[in-house]
């Protein structure tokens, strides 16, 4: 019986098959890596806290305006911002409150805008930068212990009410 000579290891295809499977996979890791590290996550604004798997809003600002008797109307013209704020007893609003501008897909589009108490419930101020046409709108108190909402819907004037965003 003939033998037919074994083939020296580098010119079997196999070795070099496996060897490539996992080169695969270490090249594949370090470019999820890489995408990973080099796209955190986006920050959630907003008083959230987690519960089990569900992620639940603290009402208690919500309820807090409520229980004022708070509502607003806001409107946009050019820089300019203006609330009309109603409420149960309108001479204890606060002299000032914060209007958070929250972009609906990224954190790098949100501003903040300070508005000054003009007098009969009336505020107003200026933002540095246009808000997205579609921004969540947040309207506090400097101490956030009340809070209204809205939403942007391409208007110059919206509705800001006692509701989750």
């Known amino acids: 019986m ?7 290891w580098y010119k079997e295809p196999w070795p070099f098959i496996l060897v490539s499977i996992t080169g695969l996979g270490v090249v594949a890791g370090s470019t999820l890596a890489v ?16 519960l089990a798997k569900f992620v639940t809003e603290d009402s208690s600002r919500i309820d807090q305006a409520r229980a ?6 806001l409107a946009l013209e050019g820089d300019n911002i203006m609330l009309r704020l109603s409420a149960l007893d309108v001479d204890s609003l606060p002299p000032q409150l914060m209007v958070q501008f929250q972009h609906p897909a990224s954190s790098a589009g949100d501003s903040v805008a300070m508005l000054t108490h003009a007098g009969n419930g009336e505020y107003r ?3 540095a930068e246009p808000p997205h046409a ?6 506090t108190d400097l101490s956030q ?5 809205g939403r942007l819907d391409a208007g110059a004037s919206i509705a800001v009410e006692a509701r989750r965003q």
């Open 2 to 8: 003939q033998e037919t000579p074994a083939n020296p």
């Open 35 to 50: 995408i990973g590290f080099s796209n955190p996550p986006e920050i959630v604004s907003g008083q959230f806290g987690s």
């Open 68 to 73: 004022l008797g708070l509502s607003g109307r």
């Open 125 to 127: 101020g200026r933002y």
């Open 134 to 139: 579609r921004a969540h709108v947040s309207v």
């Open 145 to 149: 212990s009340w809070a209204l909402a």
